[in-house]
Every structure is written in structure tokens, then in C-alpha cells.
């Protein structure tokens, strides 16, 4: 196939140039914002900031999700529909209830686990490719969506006022869905970094048949990837519902087109094996940040989409040049690489 | 890669541009004259003493399903083809796409509908499709977004922007009690039916019954939430007299009202302009705004309905001065380029909001 | 490869090929016995234009996919061409010239994707990806939200109309020349073997003397070439170049593409089953919408095919298996 197959992950030379990759990011990110604040001094303004960073949440806590499935070198495709079923299911859990937000959560990554669970399934043991089996369900789970709703909308009118509090409210100036964002980012970087279970993810990504040869239970790691894609596009979909408070069938269209955009100009290697969940986070904060800037730059916002998939080109060339160089260095020292 | 592939693909470019360009072509400004669109015509005369037929098939077709707005408008359209005794019918696309109104239209063609109720999600895309209709004896009404004018019996406007322009200095007028400060907070600057709207209140209010208003400021909340917010915000921090808030856009209005609810001008000052009656429920229950207007979309769809059938039965044609009676909405008279205004929009107040349910 | 594999892989993609066949032959059957108006000729006129968009594209996409790659900018590449079209239009170029440019535009539309793909190495997923995002993004910037409109009748009017007095669209001609162009190179000709080598096995392929590369980009290129002519034809029909025309179509195209039982792994699939998996599609979609089933039936339908095309053939060869050891 075309992608270098890289090395096991390896701490050292492999880790400096993922860092190099995500410092990439944080570079193009500042400069952006310079030039955008040089322009309108009104964009680094805490309500401009704290718009971005909303922004940022929904759409970071879906591409670390796809990040980990990304990763065992599968896709997942239902990411925007599933936010959509979640984040109605949520708000008819909530229509006539106040119910507090700690189980409205659980019942929103409730949904995206069942969803997940069928991608995970389907793709595991019916031994049918991951883009085949999420490009369905991101036609069914839309489908039952918008079955169920049958054209109804959910007004924030119809929300408790705790719940759209949530969506607004803030600690030390932070809103909470950005912290919630964080955490979700942090925990599922320290698990995929630190521990076994993690590590056996990029194993599975790199090369499958070593993984089984290893002795790493490949089925059930597959489906448990696709599960947390699935709770995390369920969890997003609750803050998709507290941010919006209107929410209709509709919700999330399109999403995974982006998601899938942050993971990839994040750093995040299509063929699995390689990147980080801060690198896909990253790609979320560049991409809507660029939203922004365009509109403050003034800049006709057509242009945003073009950039976006310009963006996604550059990424993935840049990525391909540094793969290439390290597999050289690697030859050249003699290294175990096949 | 070998390096001619791209001298290939050159030499076809030009090779492809001097075949055409030695044969002149066909190009807008040619067409512009000879593209005479087809024109459908009745054929028949009107005669405004056919009676109403039954069991008419009416078609709805919105811009797209599953929108609490449309859904409103399309269930004025149902009660009006219960009445008549014709079979009610919606379809339409989830996405607001041209290409699939088309299909649809082409399967109303084969389930050979009697009336099509069609929203144009392009005005020129669907206008074959629709004249096929016509062709096949179908008539075709427009509502909420016209088709072009060659493809279409009649079109129902929602209101005339004469008619909201007035009807929103009346409703500050009588908040303001006749005199004082206002200031209107509008969508984007460049919104062209708000700005449209903003042109006739200004010729009002020039007039001399109105003199005695001083409209101090126009603001721009953008149709955002937390823009128009701050606006209104801003505008009771800088008009400390100011007596109403007059807001043509859905969004705006809703904002200045959640702010003033809940601030120290609530009482102080009248919030008014053009709302959604589910939006503006509580606060027209709080005593933040004593009346709001609207179109009713659900008369839309009923208007609708009623021009539908007076043309299939024969009672019109869709030509100027015609008039056809539409149930409880009373007689209509068909206006220029088959236009046919549902009236001055409607009043929203503490006594008759839970009625609506849009 | 030995003998025997080869024997057992062409009777089971054959099988599935024959069901695929039968499947859609037997919906075409159903759907004009049962539902009204199915079977008349003014409806297989609406049919064949709602499938031609899809069954154009589906055709280089077939080859791509069987090479183990895919283009997923064909959508894109089709808005683009239909924007590029009323921009030159507005100007006032001639359509004689506006329309090979946009083929033309097409190409090297193709020409970009395989450029990354082959000579960057870079994922095709990837890649056609960023495409999407990018052409559709300079259609948006080449015509705005804008729609042009007055495209020369005797164009409009060839594309919707039939041949002579027979209910045959104008338009089946492009798809039958097309298909036939394209399943004779895929079975009959050395070309279609390379590609069937490379998606079997690319370094195989290679070590055999064949350029994989090449013909890769190739392909590409025949994708973006008809997803223009797709562009053309789909503004002519509807007598409107918008920016936003087509979005989305290539999920359509692949679910089309995969369930005419080709592998998304490459090296497996035919044409006929492709054609057969188009026009299965296209032809539920028409009943269902005439028998007045809603939009989401029909995206659980297409999902839930999708998903079976693949998965019912991987069963089947489960339990056969099962039962011989």
C-alpha cells in the first residue's frame, strides 16, 4: 500500500517528531491569531476567545473519540449522526423533566455506546470494513433520528433552565463544556500514552496480524475502540443540545467530514499506527479557529471549506515527508525495521 | 510518471478550444432574446360561478420536511383541503435541495395530482419539472419562496412589505402611547427584507400622526443570540429614555426580550416587532411584551389550498383582477404576475398567544 | 495464486454477481406490478435521469475501488464543474467552448488526486477527503450561493428529452456508451487485468512488470473526467449551475459501488454487478417515494443494504465453511 508502515512505537526519535508534528499545529495556530488580532484587536476579546474554545469542545470531544478508532486503522464514519440521535434523545429525556446533568450525560453516551457497539460488532465479527459499516449507519441511525422526531423540534423553551445553564455557565471564566472537553481529552491521552490497553491500540494499528501474533485480543480492542467513539459522539451530542438548547433531526449533519479533518490535520495517520488524541484536539481548536479568523478578517466565507481541505492536503503531505525521513534515519542506523 | 502526459492532455485542451472556437457557439447574450420561456396557458376562461370541486388532490411540497415553521404552514394547508373535501397530501426532501424537489415533483406528475403547493428551493431548477406539471393539467401554486413567474399559476405572499412596515410603527406607536424614543434592532446590516421593512417605518414615521416618535437609533444584532443580546443591552445603556424596542427578526426580538425580563428596565420599556409565538410565550406571560406581529404561517398554507382549487375548478386563472373567495379568510383578488398578498400580518398579545402554537 | 483459489473466487464473485442481478430484476418486477405508475414509460424516463448522475460516476469509481484505493471528490468535483460552468456562462463564453473546459476542468481535477495519491504516496482516503473539502469549497468560491440559470434550450431540452418518439431518455445513450466503454476495458483488455492485479496485490503487480502507479493516476483522471461530464449534464437537466450541486452524491455512488458486490479491498468486483447495484437503488428509491414511503425509509434502506451487501456474502461463506470441516 502507499503509507510507510512505521515503527513500533518507540519513545526517543519517534516521539520528537510527533511533538514536532503537534508544535506544527500550535505554531500555524498562533501565527493565525497574530495576524487575525494585528487586523481587529477585538479577536483575542474573552467573549471571542470563549466562543472558540465552545466551539472547540463539541467538536474536539468527536475527534478524540475518532482519534482512538482512527488509530487501530479503522474509521468511523457515524460520528454526526449518532450526535444527532443523542442530542434527541436528550432533549426528550428533557422536554417535560429537570433532570440533573450528571445522568442526562450518562444517557447521551449511553445512546453513542449502543451505537458504537453495532459499529464495533458489525466491523469485528460480520468482518465487514469499518468505512462500509459506519457509511451505513450514518445513513441508519439519521434515518431512526428522523423517524422518531417526525419533524418535531425541541425548543430551548422546553429545556430546564439547570440544563441550559450548563451550556452557558462558567468556572473561573471557563465554560463548563470546555472543562468537560479537557477532561475527556486528558484522560483518554493518558490511557492511550500510558497504559496497556492503549499501547495495544497502536500495536493493532500498525500491523494487525503482529497485534494477533502478540497476542492482543484484536476483536475485543476493535469493538472497545468503536464504543468510545461512540460514548464520546453520544456525550457530544449532550453538549450539542446545552450549547444550542434547539435541537430537530437535523442536528450534526455533516460533522463527520470535519471530525475526520481535525483527526487528520491533527497528525493522526490515516492507516492507523500513529498520532496523538492532543494532535486530533489541536486540528478541532486550528479548524475552528480559522471559522473565526475568516469572519473577523472579513474574508468571504467560502473560502473557509477550501482552506479546510487545502489544510487537510498539507497535513497529510508534511506527515508523509517526515514519515519518510524517519524510516530513512532508522535504515541508515541499522535499526530493526523490516 | 512519464513526461508526456501532461503535453497530452494540453494538446487536448487546445485542440478541444480551437474545434469551438472556429464554430462561433452559443452564448448568454444569445440565448439571452432567443430563450423565450415556454409559456402554459390555461386555455380555458375563468368563469367565477364554477362551483368548488371535490375531492381534489392537493400537494404539498415545502423547501423541506421536518421544520416546526413549514410544518405550521403545511397544517393550515391540510384544514383548508379537509374543507374543500380534497385528499391532502405532503412530501418534500429532508435537505433543502433543488435537484430533490424535482423527483418529487415528477412523482406528483405520475400520482397525477390535481393542485401542486410548492416552496422553490430554486427558482429555475424545478421550473421544468414544473411545467411538465402544468402540461399534465396540474396547477401550480407557490408559497414562502417563489418559482420563477413562467412556471407558476400563482404565488402566495405572505405579506406585503408595505403592510409590515406599517403595522410595526402602529405597534409602537400605541406602546409608546403616541410620543417618545425608540430605536430598532434589526437583523445584518445588509438583510433585505429587514432593510426593506426599516425603509417603510422610516416613511412613516415622517408622517405627521407619527411626529411626536423620534426613532434615536438603528442597532444590529445579526440574527445572533448573544450579538443582538449585548445590542439591546447597549441601546437601553445609551437611550435612557427610550420607550420601545421595536425588533423585525425573530432572533432579535426574543434576545432584547429575555434581557429586559430580567433586568430593571422590564416595566420601562416595550419590546415589539416580529416574533415566533412559541418563542415569545413567556415573555408576553411576564408582562415584557404586550403585542408582537407575525404572518399566521398556518394561513399561508390554507390561502394556498383555497387558490389551488378555485383554479382547478375554473373559477380563475391566475390573471390580475381576478377574485376567488378562500373559507374563513374571506375574498382574495389576484394581484400582478399572479400574486396574491395574505394580508397584514397578525397581533400577538397576553389574550390570544396560546392559540398559537408555532 | 493457485488454480484452485482462482476457480473459487470467480464462482463466488460470479454468484454474487448473478444475485445482485436477480435481487434488482426481481425489484423491478415487484415494483411495477405493485406500485402504481411504476412501469410507465414517462416514469422510466424520470428514472433514468435520477440515476444518471450516479451511474456515470460509478463507473471510473468501480475501477478505482478495484484497484484498492477511492475517490470520494467526485460529488465535489461535480459541483465544481457545474459552478466553473455558470461562471464561464455569466461571462458570456460560448457553451460549445464552456462545456469541453468543464471536462476538461474535471481532468485535472483527477490529475490532482492522483498526483497525491501516486506520486506523493499518500492515503487516497486521505486525500480525496481534503479534495471534497476543497473543490467543493472553490465551487462555493466560484459562484457563491448564487444559481445561473438560462442555460440554451437546445441543450436543456436534449438532456431531458427522449429519442425521437420512444420513451428512451437522450441521456441513456452517455450511460450505455459509458458503460460499455468501461466494462469492456475492465474484462476485456490487459488494462482491466492490470487492475485487477494491482488491487490484488500491488507489489505482486509490480514485480510482474506493471506500472501501479500509472495506472492509478489514470484512473483518477477517468474519474474527474466524468464526474465533469456528470457536472454538465446535471446543470443541463436542471437548468441550474449552483455551488451545491451534487453534495453528498458520493456516498450514494460508493453504497451504489459496493453493493454491486465490488470489494472495498480491491482486486474483486465486476461491472454488470455495479450497473445491476445503481440501478437497484435508483429503482427503490422511485417506487418507494411513488408508494409515498418518507426520505427516512429510504436512508435506512440504503444503510442497512449497504451494510448486508458486504456482510451476507462474509456469512454465507462462514457457515458454508462450518459445514465442510
Known amino acids: 500500500m502507499t503509507a510507510v508502515d512505521l515503527p513500533a512505537p518507540r519513545r526517543s526519535s519517534l516521539d520528537v517528531v510527533l511533538r514536532a508534528r503537534e508544535l506544527g499545529i500550535v505554531l500555524a495556530l498562533v501565527l493565525l491569531v497574530a495576524v487575525t488580532t494585528i487586523s481587529n484587536p477585538r479577536f483575542v476579546s474573552g467573549q471571542s476567545i470563549r466562543d472558540i474554545l465552545l466551539g472547540t469542545a463539541i467538536l474536539a470531544v468527536l475527534a478524540v473519540g475518532q482519534a482512538v478508532v482512527v488509530i487501530t486503522r479503522n474509521i468511523d464514519l457515524s460520528v454526526g449522526s449518532v450526535l444527532g440521535l443523542s442530542a434527541f434523545t436528550v432533549g426528550t429525556l428533557l422536554q417535560n423533566n429537570n433532570l440533573p446533568v450528571l445522568p442526562v450525560l450518562l444517557a447521551g453516551a449511553g445512546v453513542g455506546v449502543v451505537c458504537g457497539a453495532v459499529n464495533g460488532v458489525l466491523v469485528r465479527y460480520g468482518n465487514v470494513p469499518a468505512l462500509v459499516v459506519t457509511l451505513g449507519t450514518l445513513y441508519v441511525f439519521r434515518g431512526i433520528t428522523y423517524f422518531w422526531a417526525g419533524g418535531s423540534q425541541i425548543n430551548a423553551d422546553e429545556l430546564p433552565a439547570a440544563f441550559l445553564d450548563f451550556g452557558t455557565a462558567t468556572l473561573v471564566g471557563v465554560p463548563y463544556l470546555v472543562l468537560l472537553a479537557v477532561l475527556v481529552l486528558v484522560v483518554t491521552g493518558v490511557v492511550l500514552r500510558n497504559y496497556r490497553m492503549g499501547r495495544e491500540l497502536y500495536a493493532m494499528g500498525s500491523s494487525p496480524q503482529a497485534a494477533r501474533l502478540a497476542g492482543i485480543a484484536v476483536g475485543r480492542r476493535t469493538v472497545g475502540a468503536f464504543v468510545v467513539s461512540g460514548a464520546l459522539a453520544g456525550l457530544a451530542g449532550v453538549l450539542f443540545a446545552a450549547r444550542f438548547g434547539t435541537i430537530d433531526a437535523a442536528a450534526g449533519t455533516g460533522y463527520e467530514l470535519n471530525v475526520v479533518a481535525a483527526v487528520v490535520v491533527g497528525g493522526v495517520a490515516v492507516f492507523g499506527g500513529s498520532g496523538t488524541v492532543w494532535g486530533a484536539a489541536l486540528g478541532a481548536l486550528l479548524l475552528t479557529t480559522i471559522g473565526s479568523a475568516l469572519a473577523v478578517l472579513e474574508i468571504n466565507q467560502f473560502w473557509q471549506q477550501a482552506i479546510v481541505g487545502g489544510l487537510i492536503l498539507l497535513a497529510i503531505g508534511a506527515d508523509r515527508l517526515v514519515a519518510v525521513r524517519v524510516a530513512a534515519g532508522l535504515k541508515k542506523r541499522g535499526s530493526h525495521v523490516s | 510518471m512519464s513526461s508526456r502526459k501532461p503535453q497530452l492532455v494540453a494538446a487536448l485542451a487546445v485542440a478541444a478550444l480551437a474545434l469551438t472556437a472556429c464554430g462561433g457557439g452559443t452564448t448568454k447574450s444569445d440565448t439571452a432574446a432567443g430563450n423565450t420561456p415556454e409559456t402554459v396557458s390555461a386555455g380555458t376562461k375563468a368563469d367565477p360561478n364554477a362551483p368548488l370541486k371535490e375531492g381534489l388532490k392537493i400537494a404539498y411540497l415545502p423547501k423541506q420536511l421536518n421544520n416546526p415553521y413549514t410544518d405550521v404552514e403545511v397544517g393550515g394547508g391540510k384544514v383548508a383541503v379537509e374543507e374543500i373535501k380534497g385528499e391532502y397530501k405532503l412530501v418534500g426532501p429532508n435537505d433543502a435541495s433543488a435537484s430533490s424537489q424535482v423527483s418529487y415533483i415528477n412523482t406528483l406528475i405520475q400520482q397525477q395530482q390535481d393542485v401542486i403547493v410548492v416552496a422553490a428551493n430554486d427558482p429555475n431548477a424545478v421550473c421544468p419539472s414544473l411545467n411538465q406539471a402544468r402540461k399534465a393539467g396540474i396547477k401550480v401554486v407557490t408559497f414562502d419562496s417563489d418559482a420563477a413567474k413562467t412556471c407558476r399559476d400563482a404565488f402566495i405572499n405572505q405579506a406585503s412589505t408595505q403592510g409590515i412596515g406599517e403595522s410595526l410603527v402602529k405597534m409602537a406607536s400605541e406602546l409608546a402611547g403616541g410620543a417618545g424614543e425608540i430605536a430598532i434592532l434589526s437583523a445584518t446590516p445588509n438583510a433585505t427584507n429587514q432593510n426593506s421593512w426599516i425603509k417603510v417605518m422610516q416613511t412613516e414615521l415622517a408622517k405627521p400622526e407619527n411626529s411626536k416618535l423620534k426613532l434615536v437609533k438603528i442597532a444590529y444584532g445579526n440574527d445572533d443570540d448573544q450579538k443582538s443580546f449585548t445590542e439591546a443591552q447597549g441601546l437601553l445603556q445609551s437611550y435612557p429614555n427610550l420607550k420601545v424596542i421595536v425588533s423585525p427578526t425573530t432572533v432579535g426580538i426574543a434576545a432584547a426580550s429575555r434581557y429586559v425580563s430580567a433586568s430593571s428596565y422590564k416595566g420601562k420599556v416595550a419590546i415589539t416587532g416580529l416574533g415566533l409565538p412559541n418563542q415569545m410565550r413567556q415573555y408576553v406571560k411576564d408582562g415584557t411584551v404586550k403585542k408582537f406581529a407575525l404572518w399566521n404561517p398556518a394561513d399561508i398554507g390554507y390561502l394556498a389550498a383555497y387558490a389551488g382549487a378555485a383554479m382547478s375548478s375554473g373559477q380563475i386563472t391566475g390573471a390580475e383582477g381576478e377574485k376567488f373567495k378562500a373559507g374563513k379568510l374571506g375574498e382574495y383578488t389576484i394581484g400582478a404576475d399572479g400574486e396574491i398578498v395574505l394580508g397584514p400580518p397578525t397581533e400577538f398579545t397576553a389574550a390570544n398567544i396560546d392559540q398559537f402554537d408555532f | ?325
Open chain 3, 1 to 325: 495464486m493457485s488454480a484452485e483459489l482462482t476457480v473459487t473466487r470467480t464462482a463466488r464473485l460470479a454468484n454474487w454477481n448473478v444475485a445482485i442481478i436477480a435481487i434488482t430484476v426481481l425489484v423491478l418486477i415487484v415494483a411495477a406490478a405493485t406500485v402504481d405508475s411504476f412501469g410507465t414509460s414517462r416514469n422510466f424516463g424520470f428514472l433514468v435521469l435520477d440515476l444518471l448522475p450516479i451511474a456515470l460516476v460509478a463507473l471510473p469509481m468501480t475501477l478505482v475501488i478495484v484497484t484498492g484505493e477511492i475517490d470520494l471528490s467526485v460529488a465535489s468535483s461535480l459541483g465544481l464543474s457545474s459552478a466553473v460552468m455558470g461562471y464561464l456562462w455569466n461571462a458570456n463564453q460560448p457553451i460549445e467552448t464552456i462545456i469541453p473546459l468543464c471536462l476538461l476542468l474535471g481532468a485535472v481535477l483527477g490529475a490532482v488526486n492522483g498526483f497525491f495519491v501516486t506520486f506523493l504516496g499518500l492515503p487516497s482516503l486521505a486525500v480525496t477527503i481534503g479534495t471534497l473539502a476543497l473543490y467543493r469549497g472553490l465551487a462555493f468560491v466560484v459562484l457563491g450561493d448564487s444559481a445561473v440559470a438560462d442555460f440554451p434550450a437546445l441543450y436543456t431540452d436534449w438532456v431531458t428529452g427522449t429519442i425521437g418518439g420512444t420513451p428512451i431518455p437522450n441521456v441513456l445513450i452517455v450511460i450505455v456508451v459509458l458503460a460499455v466503454v468501461f466494462g469492456v476495458v475492465l474484462h476485456a483488455t490487459p488494462v482491466g487485468r492490470a487492475v485487477f492485479a494491482v488491487g490484488a496485490s500491488e507489489q505482486a503487480a509490480r514485480f510482474a512488470g506493471l506500472r501501479p502507479g500509472r495506472l492509478k493516476f489514470w484512473l483518477y483522471v477517468a474519474s474527474g473526467l466524468v464526474a465533469g461530464l456528470a457536472g454538465v449534464l446535471w446543470t443541463l437537466r436542471y437548468s441550474s449551475a449552483r455551488a451545491d450541486n451534487g453534495a453528498g452524491l458520493e456516498l450514494a455512488v460508493v453504497a451504489a459501488v459496493l453493493l454491486g458486490g465490488v470489494s472495498i479491498f480491491g482486486g474483486r468486483g465486476a461491472l454488470p454487478g455495479v450497473i445491476a447495484g445503481v440501478v437497484l437503488l435508483g429503482a427503490l428509491q422511485n417506487a418507494l417515494r411513488l408508494s409515498d414511503v418518507s426520505n427516512e425509509a429510504l436512508n435506512v434502506v440504503t444503510g442497512v443494504l449497504l451494510i448486508v451487501s458486504v456482510l451476507a456474502p462474509n456469512l454465507a461463506r462462514s457457515v458454508l465453511q462450518r459445514r465442510r470441516t
